[in-house]
């Protein structure tokens, strides 16, 4: 063990012994300061964990997305373009997509109706398969309650519980409906070959962009969304939103700093005079500095940990309740979702960053104040 | 610009690092022209009083810029999802002009910041504070390269916009371009390999002199150095296709992704590492001599030679173990 850790080691043990002595004042400033912690670490923690989703989500979405535009907005889009996107060598399958929106008046909610890409999921005529969201706001109270909707004043379109889709899935499955081509063609009152868009999933994915062009070629009025593109949508939504979170809580920081700072330069008569004993019996300025700075290290580290170990659990057991409407956005049916529990290192060490250095900043003029002055003067 | 909080973080740290520079360099003129350690006045007392809060603030703003030199890598990888066309963090910081010179400057203070905190630790060594007047000069040096630092790093974030075509780390590291990335690339990789480890020897063979015989401090230095070089040549042009099992894949960058198991950072921080403490030894022998601590710098040397050694063995372990463990066969 070299001179300086055990000097180091020194310090830091008579450190400890020094706060526990000043313990109520040592506490206050350190659930404080892991309060100011606990509010960013928590945006912190839920936006990394909302991107989290959003990838896994993702990942499984296909390569490519063709929509028809006409006039600048979204058309159906005709299925004879599926052969001719079948041609481009290099894509691997090209399906079409039935899907779209249902505002239901009765609860004011936005539905989502879908025909599974899957055969396997596709329910038989007349029934269809729910999200988890959707018995709950309509109030169906019994597994095999049917789902009526009304597109117009008079009319009701039937549709039987095939099946509930699994909590597991509810963010992106809460306001679904799931239901054949024939009975989704008939609700919208579709004609045949047409779709809403057409999804292509791609072999290769350095091909992509290569495909995108000649797609692109092809069909010159069509608008080609590409996964990568909705990810990083929704990568850029996420931190913009954890950003103006945190950037607000700067202010918090701030006036933390100050406090910090007035509470560092108010020394106590018992401190001021245990820094005189401690000159008069030989410690260095330097020493005292050392010491002091091992005392902010110490809170800071405390609060940083209890602070963040707050915000874990208050954003991965208690769902964020408390910021949760900021960062996720609202609507009438929103999934009621568990996020899978992950940490960030980049994103804590940035934290660090953010919680750690305005205090030692604010402190240290104080603490060089207090370490400077002469012996006598302190114990006078 | 991209309101993320690593970027908050990074641009907070440099902005603090900027005021504390300005402060410290005002304060490093006084002590150039006023600075005596034998003189009892009031104004020398004062000054010695107030070098205390100045190089601890200091030497806080170079521990964390040695720090946000890491977290300014990993989120630029971090963030290459955000970019059409970058993989890696070569795609971020070639969003904009200012990401490499951003790069490169955080790379010089890191370098700087290592060799100033030695300076600090050795001039607190000293009853008499034998090295302050140099320090502060230093300072003054600092100063700029960190305001320069802040300033690109500043210019390089808030120009950062999300719907620019970035280029990715192929198209950079390619023998086909013009420039010091692709001459790197270009360079044989049999060569770089004997480059690399004819310059490992010089390392072993000063560090051997410093530590048997007390000499070569300079030597080590100026061998370190050139290892640096050598070894961010052969990471280039033949570690990294060892790393990828692929024989065309030279960026230097893709390494401290998650899918080649952030293995980069076995090469990067002893290689870092290990230059810093050999330009540090070389710096302590060429600081003006001083009794109160002709008993501390040679023992100081020893360690720094020794952990340097350690540093660029560890460097050398990871190249070798990126060698033995590959797939790829280029030689043979």
Known sequence: ?380 | MILQVPILALLLGSALASAVALWAACFAIRVLRGWDITNGSGQQLALERATQLVSTLFGLVMLIEIAALFLFVFNADRMATLFVGAMCAVGTFNANAWGFPALTLKIAVFFAAALWLRLDRLDRAGHDYPLTRVKYAAILGIAPLLLANAAAELAYFLNLKTDVITSCCSKLYTPANAGLAAEMTGLAPGRALWLLAICGLAVALAGGAVLLRGRGARLLALAGIAFFLAALTAIVSVISLYVYDHPNHHCPFCLLKRDYGYFGYALYIPLFAGTALAAGVGMMRALPRSDSLAAITPLAIRRHTRRALAAFALFGAAVLWAIASSQLILFG
């Open chain 1, 1 to 380: 063990m070299t001179p300086w850790v055990r000097r180091q080691q020194a310090l830091a043990d008579y450190t400890l012994a020094a706060m526990a002595r000043r313990r109520v004042k040592n506490i206050g400033l350190l659930l404080i300061y892991a309060l100011v912690i606990f509010v960013i670490a928590s945006a912190t923690l839920f936006s990394t964990a909302l991107r989290h989703e959003a990838e896994i989500v993702l990942a499984e979405a296909p390569e490519l997305i063709v929509q028809n535009l006409v006039m600048g907005r979204h058309d159906m889009i005709s299925a004879e373009i599926i052969e001719e996107l079948e041609a481009i060598r290099g894509v691997g399958g090209v399906t079409g997509r039935l899907w779209g929106y249902f505002y239901d008046r009765v609860n004011g909610a936005n539905y989502t109706l879908m025909v599974p890409l899957d055969p396997k999921m596709v329910p038989p005529a007349g029934q269809a398969l729910f999200g988890e969201a959707l018995p709950r706001t309509r109030g169906l109270g019994w597994d095999t309650a049917p789902l009526f909707l009304s597109r117009y004043p008079g009319d009701l379109f039937r549709l039987d519980p095939a099946g509930r889709l699994s909590h597991e899935s509810a963010l992106v499955s809460a306001d679904l409906i799931l239901l054949g081509e024939e009975d989704f063609r008939a609700f919208f009152d579709l004609p045949p070959a047409v779709y809403t868009d057409i999804a292509v999933s791609i072999r290769n994915s350095r091909e992509i962009d290569t495909i995108v062009a000649k797609a692109g070629k092809l069909l010159p009025n069509a608008r080609l969304v590409t996964r990568d593109e909705i990810s990083r949508t929704y990568q850029k939504l996420f931190y913009w939103r954890e950003g103006i979170m945190v950037a607000m809580a700067g202010a918090s920081v701030l006036a933390f700093a100050i406090f910090a700072a007035e509470k560092a330069s108010g020394l106590s008569a018992e401190e001021t005079r245990e820094i005189g004993i401690l000159k008069a019996i030989g410690w260095d300025t330097r020493d005292v500095i050392a010491m002091k700075l091992w005392e902010g290290g110490l809170i800071s580290l405390g609060a940083f940990l209890f602070g963040t170990g707050l915000a874990y659990l208050h954003v991965f057991a208690f769902d964020a309740a408390l910021f949760a409407s900021v960062l996720k956005g609202w609507s009438v049916i929103y999934p009621d979702f568990r996020l899978t529990p992950m940490i960030d290192g980049v994103q804590l060490t940035a934290l660090f960053f953010l919680t750690v250095l305005p205090y030692t900043a604010a402190t240290i003029v104080p603490i060089w104040r207090a370490a400077t002055a002469d012996p006598d003067q302190v114990m006078r």
